[in-house]
């Protein structure tokens, strides 16, 4: 009877272990610059943050949206940093390009303490829908810290996820945040041109 006992435990206990074993394997994604028609040559320093996000996608997992009211945590989906981070570091490399200029940098990074411009992104949506469409919502201002004028705006994407996966979504997001980077772009040069 005992015998019987230890051999369905160790068989519960090999079931477990195997189970374990075929966890599937993690994934991690980033965003990327969209590398879009250059401006011309500045020398242009912008501060780009604080960046912040809804707290139900403030987390690893990528946050899918599965119907009207209900969402689903990628366990096995992950952002490879966190989504302000990795937000905030894709319009620095966005503004880089568009803005001419080498002198833009995060404020988690420490920033440049003699920026010209700083630009605060208030993120209010970030929906992700497999193979349907990334949303972003976003309000964000650029202040001239000089004198304290400043340009506030909201923008509003939708992008098509054209084909299945979490590289499609994260694809259509980093569009998504080039369109919000060309906002802060061309808010920056209104405010560099009325300084003139």
Same mark, same amino acid.
């Given at each position: ?20 074993? !075929? ?8 965003? !990327?610059? =969209? #590398? ?28 899918? #949206?599965?119907?009207?009211? +209900?969402?689903r945590?990628?366990?096995?989906? +992950? *952002? ?5 981070? =990795?937000?905030? +570091? #894709? ?9 001419? #200029? ?19 992104? =208030? ?16 309000? *964000?201002?650029? +202040? ?18 054209g ?10 997001? !980093? ?15 209104t405010? =560099?041109?009325?300084?003139?």
């Amino acid at each position: 009877m005992n015998h019987a006992k230890l051999a369905i435990s160790l068989s519960a206990v090999a079931c477990l272990l195997a189970g374990c074993a !075929s966890t599937p394997p993690s994934h991690f994604y980033t965003l !990327s610059s =969209e #590398t879009g028609p250059a401006g011309p040559p500045s020398a242009t320093a912008v501060v780009v943050g604080p960046v912040t996000v809804p707290a139900e996608v403030d987390r690893p997992q990528i946050v899918v #949206t599965v119907a009207p009211n +209900r969402v689903r945590l990628e366990e096995f989906h +992950r *952002w490879a940093s966190p989504l302000d981070d =990795e937000i905030a +570091r #894709t319009i620095v490399a966005d503004l880089v390009v568009m803005l001419g #200029t080498p002198n833009v940098t995060t404020l988690a990074r420490g920033g440049d303490p003699t920026a010209d411009y700083r630009v605060a992104v =208030e993120v209010q949506r970030f929906t992700s829908q497999p193979g349907t469409a990334a949303q972003l919502d976003a309000a *964000w201002t650029v +202040r001239r810290l000089k004198d304290g004028k400043s340009q506030s705006g909201r923008t509003t994407v939708q992008e098509p996820v054209g084909q299945p996966g979490y590289d499609a979504i994260a694809a259509a997001h !980093s569009r998504a945040v080039a369109r919000l980077a060309q906002d802060i772009a061309a808010a920056t040069r209104t405010l =560099e041109a009325a300084a003139r």
